[in-house]
């Protein structure tokens, strides 16, 4: 049986896709990855492509799961990929004080967001990157008040994609068909 995502995508156009996504709240309210009409462009080509991954052209953050190799700021760690994250979010998360410490079995992940101090304990038995972080840190935007959250879009080979959008615009986005609803949601 096919997901709901692809029974409508199958029966629209690219313009349907447009407006169902510009109903969602998705062009005013998401971060988008290009101007409004490269976006556009990119998804009529996809359309005549192959509409099953349109939903691609969403994310605003894409990694390599398999990133997780040591500790700290060198760019294998989950210190670099979440200062990634701050750093492409816009100014929506502004982390300070990270850290990330390889202790056993465990590595600690820590960092201060609006004034309070979070903490995280990923496996270290393994080199993909715990999407369960991504969690933790949307717990961080609410406490600071911040409507925006990093909402992971269905995973394609290891790569992680990831959008930074308030819950209720993701929710009203797979409502309407145009993502699919196996995104990881986490308030």
């Known amino acids: 049986m096919r997901d709901p995502f692809t029974q409508v995508t199958n029966q629209i156009t690219a313009d349907d896709y447009w407006e169902r996504l510009a109903a969602s709240g998705w062009l005013v309210r998401a971060q988008l990855p290009q101007p409004t009409d490269e976006l556009r462009a990119q998804i009529v080509a996809e359309f005549a492509r ?17 990133c997780i190799y040591e500790t700290g700021p060198d760019k294998l760690s989950y210190h670099a990929q979440i200062q990634q994250l701050a750093d492409e979010s816009r100014g929506v998360f502004q982390p300070t004080q990270l850290a990330d410490i390889h202790e056993g079995e465990t590595i600690t992940i820590s960092f201060e967001h609006a004034g309070r101090r979070y903490s995280y304990d990923a496996r270290a038995d393994s080199d993909y990157f715990d999407t369960g972080v991504i969690g933790w840190i949307n717990v961080a935007l609410a406490d600071a008040g911040i409507a925006e959250r990093f909402m992971q879009l269905p995973a394609f080979d290891q790569c992680v994609y990831l959008t930074v959008v308030p819950a209720e615009v993701y929710q009203a986005a797979v409502g309407a068909g145009v993502i699919p609803a196996t995104g990881l949601i986490v308030d």
């Open 50 to 66: 192959d509409r099953r991954y349109v939903w691609a052209l969403l994310a605003t953050i894409v990694f390599d799961a398999e």
